[in-house]
């Protein structure tokens, strides 16, 4: 392979600052030490082939979009909602285009496309894997209110409202209808 690969490699370097990066909505809600950027996507991508598959669209492409969905975080910061108010806030695709700049071209046009895919809601798997982004928050609000985080509702309930796909909406039902360690309680052969 001829192509030079140091733009990759800092890249990867660059990535690699999402696992610090916090999610600052949740402080807010009285989180004091919330998930990282990292943490929120790797989940999303996971929810994003679940949602695809159940949808009849491509469970990989959708995760595939849901991993890039926040990669320019790493250069933004996470904005939460309030703060975009007040910010013009930075095109994602522009971001990109620097993150991408030097490397391969056959790498960095995939990676523009998946993120202007994302972006523009372009795909069956693009909406899944934005559904994927909402029931992550969704899901990671219950588990901070099952942690005394009270305040952390307002997510839940903004992100079910936020839901588009029919397998989104009936996995927000039946995440709600759980606790945080019935899946321990079921894989151990608990009563309920």
Not at 24 to 51: N, Q, Y
Not at 104 to 129: M, W
């Amino acid at each position: 392979m001829a192509d030079d690969l140091s733009a990759v490699a800092r890249f990867l370097f660059e990535a690699g600052t999402l696992k610090n990066a916090a999610r600052t909505g949740w402080w807010m809600a009285g989180v004091k030490h919330p998930e990282s950027v990292a943490e929120h996507s790797w989940r999303t991508s996971l929810i994003a082939s679940i949602i695809a598959k159940l949808e009849g669209a491509d469970p990989a492409r959708a995760a595939f979009l849901a991993v890039w969905h926040d990669t320019q975080e790493s250069r933004t910061g996470d904005v939460n909602h309030l703060g975009k108010k007040y910010s013009t806030g930075a095109d994602a695709e522009a971001v990109t285009a620097d993150q991408t700049a030097g490397m391969p071209e056959l790498l960095a046009a995939t990676i523009q496309e998946l993120v202007a895919e994302y972006e523009g809601k372009d795909s069956a798997e693009a909406v899944c894997a934005r559904d994927a982004d909402k029931l992550e928050c969704l899901l990671q609000g219950i588990e901070y209110r099952a942690q005394g985080y009270e305040a952390a509702q307002r997510w839940i309930d903004n992100s079910q409202g936020r839901l588009t796909t029919e397998t989104g909406r009936r996995l927000a039902d039946e995440l709600l209808g759980q606790g945080t360690l019935d899946w321990l309680r079921a894989a151990v052969g608990e009563k309920s």
